[in-house]
Structures are given as C-alpha cells and as structure tokens.
C-alpha cells in the first residue's frame, strides 16, 4: 500500500503521493497521471495542464526523462471503448522513437471469469516493436487524469500490447 502523507491547509485536509513532487510541479497543479514498476525499473508521467513529464528507470534515478507541451504533436491520447473491454494508451515521441503507456481491460462475460486488466509500456522505433512491460506494482493511469484533452491518437496502440 502506498504511503500518503496529508497537510493541512485550514480545515482541508489534502493528500499528497508519497513520491516528492518539485515546487514547480506542485505550483502548475501536476499530478501523477500514470505509474508502475517492472521490478527495478519504473514508468511515472507527471502531468499538468501545459505539459507531460516522461520518465523511465530506477525509482529516484530516471535514466530518460522527456518534456512535452501538452498541446505538440510528440503527445497524443487514445480511449477505445468496445461492449465488454476498453483500450487506453497515452503516447510521447521522442525522434523516431515512441513510448506508449497502455491500458487493456475485458470482462467477456457477466461473471467476470476470464477478464484482463493489464497496464504497462511499449516502446517502438518507426512501427517496429522493441520491447513491452507489463507493469508488476503500481497503478497505471490514474482515473483522476483526464486525458481526453490530448490531441486524439488515431491508433489503438493498446491492441498492439496483446
């Protein structure tokens, strides 16, 4: 279970992630948007209205780290919602190279059996996959994140995850 830690502010008592964000990120309202681990490496979008925030590897110790404006073309969102199952997939380029953060979830029957909830991370260079994570802790995307105003990813990346 995740640490939280409260401040009070007057008689509002607010919770804060346990991961230590900069004044900067707490100043322009940011917020974990989606996060997990692999074992020793971990995944973490930082999200504000004006920009996203990529990092990839050991927890405290990004070996990448990306800044976008939320509003380029080297960010865009995708939600494909089907009967039983829906897709989510956030995408941040760098050059040719594309990290996708995906979200397949299926319930293909009432009773719940057989259903898949799987978050984790690809990454491709042009539309050749190099490598998938699954994430083993954490929790994803954050369903307290609105993505829906990213610019629209024309392609179900979460499919490619199957």
Same mark, same amino acid.
């Given at each position: 279970?995740?640490? &939280?830690?409260?401040?009070?502010? $007057? #008689?509002?008592? &607010?919770?804060?992630?346990?991961?230590?964000?900069?004044?900067?990120?707490? $100043?322009?309202?940011? !917020?974990?948007?989606?996060?997990?681990?692999?074992? !020793?490496?971990?995944? /973490? &979008?930082?999200?504000?209205?004006?920009?996203?925030? =990529? @990092?990839?590897?050991?927890?405290? !110790?990004?070996?990448?780290? #990306?800044?976008?404006?939320?509003?380029? @073309?080297?960010?865009?969102?995708?939600?494909?919602?089907?009967?039983?199952?829906?897709? /989510?997939?956030?995408?941040?380029?760098?050059?040719?190279?594309?990290?996708?953060?995906?979200?397949?979830?299926?319930?293909?029957? =009432?009773? $719940?059996?057989?259903? +898949?909830? &799987?978050?984790? #991370?690809?990454?491709?260079?042009?539309?050749?996959?190099?490598?998938?994570?699954?994430?083993?802790?954490?929790?994803?995307?954050? =369903?307290?994140?609105?993505? @829906?105003?990213?610019?629209?990813?024309? /392609?179900?990346?979460?499919?490619?995850? +199957?």
């Amino acid at each position: 279970m995740t640490k &939280v830690h409260f401040a009070l502010m $007057g #008689l509002l008592a &607010v919770a804060l992630p346990a991961i230590p964000l900069t004044a900067q990120h707490i $100043g322009t309202k940011a !917020k974990i948007a989606f996060s997990c681990s692999f074992g !020793k490496k971990h995944v /973490r &979008v930082i999200a504000s209205s004006l920009s996203l925030s =990529y @990092e990839f590897g050991p927890a405290g !110790k990004p070996e990448l780290k #990306l800044i976008r404006d939320t509003d380029s @073309e080297y960010v865009a969102y995708n939600y494909t919602l089907f009967s039983n199952a829906e897709h /989510r997939s956030l995408r941040v380029t760098n050059g040719d190279y594309h990290y996708i953060l995906f979200r397949r979830f299926s319930a293909p029957n =009432y009773q $719940g059996r057989y259903a +898949e909830d &799987v978050d984790g #991370l690809m990454v491709l260079k042009d539309n050749t996959l190099l490598a998938k994570h699954q994430c083993k802790s954490g929790s994803g995307f954050d =369903y307290g994140y609105d993505f @829906e105003w990213l610019k629209k990813d024309s /392609r179900d990346w979460a499919a490619l995850a +199957e």
